[in-house]
């Protein structure tokens, strides 16, 4: 908990963002990738593509910067990040010139749009890359069917004069929870194999997932031939394998990148359960309350406006616990914390993905960069 120093000192919400910590943790991954001679693609889209981020990600060492928005990209060249740049979203057919302008690579699975890509390379007077998408198992996006996988890399070889075939890729625990496992990279790895004795040579990126499959360079499992990672959650916030997935001994990433401080606009004793003929929610919910007696709450201003997810939020303080809240206001049960929190006070709060996407996004959120 701090104390604001003035009434101007800061907006609240306000959302400090550490730099430093930040490209430290850039370094950690891209230097445990490298030494296992995997490239990264450091992946911006978490924090909104916010320029300043994506500068830390290219200075610490990132093959390409990546994203699946092309105004974000568009901000980072504004800003003067060189690139290479790519677009990891599978594109839509309508931004396909704008991709061709912006981008360097990008991710695709579906024929129509690598001819349309081809075509506007052609007027602009381009080259793009591209990597192929394999499905897994995720089934998000990617070929399902390896065959069409194969025509469709030939093609880009042999019959499109203005796309590069970069390579193939894949994505797991996105959709359909799949976990990265070797045996499951391994696929990729023969498809890969199976491409490059097609087309007669090597392929420049074998693109193995996300941060979920960081873990296999943690634990020094991954197949040799994946040479290339797209990261971003284990670099913006490293908390999905620490947490989630409970992985001990990577603590050399920092899970405090962000802090979000709120403030407290009232503090009583009340009941824990409602009082009344208990109907609906603000939002068309039926929720169920429990009754744990009259306890000390908090009300923080700030909403689910702000961060969609307030039940997600991680307070610093111990006893603290977040009880819900509605569009501008989150409630918390205080009774076991021993701060003596009173009105005016800031408390700290840690995020996951989903609340940094959105306090990212937030116009009322005031960010603040620690440099
Ligand atoms: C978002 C995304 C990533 C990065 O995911 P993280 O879990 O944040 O590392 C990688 N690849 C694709 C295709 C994505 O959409």
């Not at 030494?35 to 889209?45: R, W």
């Not at 991709?99 to 075509?119: G, K, P, W």
């Not at 994505?171 to 490059?196: F, H, M, Q």
């Not at 009880?323 to 049960?333: A, Q, V």
């Amino acid at each position: 908990m701090t104390k604001p120093q003035t009434t101007t000192d800061a907006c609240y919400p306000l959302l400090e963002m550490d730099l430093k910590k930040l490209r430290r943790n850039v370094e950690e991954v891209v230097n445990r990738c490298g030494a296992m001679g995997i490239n990264v693609a450091g992946v911006i889209k978490g924090c909104n593509g916010l320029p300043e981020a994506a500068e830390q990600f290219k200075l610490g060492g990132c093959a390409q910067i990546a994203t699946s928005r092309l105004e974000q990209i568009e901000d980072a060249k504004a800003y003067g990040i060189e690139g290479p740049f790519m677009l990891i979203r599978v594109p839509m057919l309508t931004e396909i010139p704008r991709m061709v302008q912006l981008a360097n690579y990008s991710l695709h699975s579906e024929r129509s749009v690598i001819d349309a890509a081809d075509a506007e390379c052609s007027r602009q007077g381009k080259k793009h890359k591209v990597v192929v998408m394999a499905d897994l198992g995720d089934l998000r996006e990617g070929f399902w069917d390896k065959e069409e996988l194969f025509d469709v890399c030939l093609h880009i070889e042999n019959d499109l004069n203005n796309l590069e075939l970069a390579g193939v890729g894949t994505n797991l625990g996105c959709y359909g929870s799949v976990k990265p496992t070797p045996e499951k990279l391994s696929e990729l790895v023969d498809i890969a194999e199976r491409v490059e004795a097609a087309i007669g040579r090597k392929l420049e990126i074998i693109s193995g997932g996300a941060t979920s499959s960081f873990t296999l360079v943690h634990f020094g499992t991954m197949p040799k031939r994946i040479n290339h990672l797209r990261i971003g959650e284990n670099i913006l916030l490293a908390r999905d394998l620490q947490t989630d997935w409970g992985i001990k001994d990577m603590d050399y990433l920092a899970m405090d990148v962000y802090t979000l401080k709120a403030a407290v606009i009232e503090v009583k004793d009340k009941p824990s359960h409602p009082v009344g003929e208990i109907f609906m929610d603000a939002f068309g919910n039926f929720p169920t309350y429990t009754d744990r007696g009259i306890r000390r709450r908090a009300l923080l201003a700030l909403g689910k406006v702000d961060l969609a997810d307030i039940c997600r939020l991680l307070p610093r303080a111990e006893g603290i616990e977040v009880l819900g809240g509605s569009s501008d206001h989150t409630i918390l049960d205080i009774e076991d914390n021993k701060d003596n929190i009173q009105v005016g006070d800031i408390l700290e709060f840690d995020l996951n993905y989903t609340t940094m996407v959105f306090l990212t996004n937030s116009k009322s959120v005031t960010l603040k960069l620690i440099r």
